[in-house]
């Protein structure tokens, strides 16, 4: 059985979840990582991207995260992972209308322009949608 830790998803506005797992894998800004017990320490800052979270019971948790850190402590056997999101979505909350209404809107504004906001905006839709195919 793998060995258990910490892991807790919080945003400004709220504790997303938190709980016991046995992987949590995260895109950074510089790549994919995958935690398990025992991890290095480290601290990486995230990309817009989905995360996972694969919990005590073995439920596959995914989140739509826009941004944020992810950092990682470990003492001996003791393993913590904190995702500190700027803003996050747990895959069952995402509204899919609301998704691709923001989709359709950021491929608007970057047909007419380039602008750095508008992608972003495109980006956390698509993430948003590809998690609630």
């Not at 797992?21 to 480290?42: F, K, N, Q, S």
């Not at 439920?59 to 500190?84: I, K, N």
């Not at 359709?104 to 504004?109: C, G, T």
Request: overall charge negative.
């Amino acid at each position: 059985m793998a060995t258990l830790f910490d892991v807790f998803i919080v945003t400004p506005e709220r504790e997303l979840w938190s709980g016991r797992a046995t992987i949590v894998v995260a895109r950074g800004t510089e790549g994919e990582v995958g935690i398990l017990a025992g991890h290095a320490p480290m601290l990486i800052e995230l990309g817009i991207s989905p995360l996972f979270v694969t919990t005590e019971g073995g439920e596959r948790l995914a989140a739509a995260v826009d941004g944020g850190f992810l950092h990682v402590t470990s003492e001996g056997l003791e393993t913590r992972v904190d995702v500190l999101a700027e803003h996050a979505e747990l895959q069952q909350e995402i509204d899919v209308e609301k998704a691709r209404q923001e989709e359709a809107e950021a491929e608007r504004q970057l047909r007419e322009r380039v602008d750095s906001r508008a992608a972003a905006r495109l980006a956390k839709a698509r993430v948003r949608l590809g998690l609630r195919g």
